[in-house]
């Protein structure tokens, strides 16, 4: 597994490196026996250490997981025992589904775009009503079942996935509701 351990305005020195390595490599070789890389980023906000940590597995999942701790070390401690039970759950939601996958996940490319929001000036002078494309880029987007897709949202913990349906190929989307449950958007059953 590659490792990319840095530390933002802060020196992260070998002893903290090879500590890393050690327990987020045991933690992980636990529940997935070829995880690809491993990003860590260490950082400083006030009197606490913080500590994100995001895991590729060569299934195409993606698992991440923050802490934060008055000490460096204990934050580290903190982020890997969330990750460890992410990925503790993802091991057996797995084995809890029939199908098993022996193919890693593709993706798709994809159009993204990030828009600006219309000022009040604009708006006042008659300007147009449509927003500005403040950045365009290329995103990947993967063909998942909805199980899988549910799994990968709540493993990276975003609140909104976008998929294709390994089922019918067709573009779809999860999301997490207000009320706590999941959402799930598939326009081709609204025919």
């Known amino acids: 597994m590659r490792y990319q351990i840095s530390g933002k305005q802060l020196d992260v020195g070998d002893a903290l490196q090879t500590h890393v390595k050690a327990e987020l490599g045991e933690t992980v070789e636990k529940y997935s026996q070829r995880p690809t890389d491993a990003t860590v980023v260490f950082s400083r906000n006030a009197h606490e250490f913080l500590c994100e940590a995001t895991v ?8 991440s997981a923050h802490g934060r701790a008055g000490e460096i070390y204990a934050a580290f401690e903190s982020c890997r025992e969330k990750m460890d039970k992410q990925l503790r759950r993802h091991k ?18 994809a159009g993204m775009y ?32 909805v199980g899988e897709a549910v799994m990968q949202m709540e493993l990276s913990g975003i609140p909104l996935l976008v998929f294709r349906n390994e089922k019918h190929g067709g573009v779809n989307v999860v999301h997490r509701r207000e009320d706590g449950n999941v959402g799930w958007i598939d326009p081709r059953n609204s025919k």
């Open 56 to 63: 590729h597995l060569s299934t195409g999942l993606t698992a």
């Open 92 to 109: 057996r939601r797995l084995k809890d589904h029939h199908r098993d996958r022996h193919e890693p996940v593709e993706f798709g490319p």
């Open 114 to 145: 990030v828009l600006a929001a219309d000022d009040a000036e604009a708006e006042s002078d008659g300007g147009s009503l449509a927003p500005i494309i403040v950045a365009e880029m290329e995103t990947k987007v993967p063909t998942l079942s």
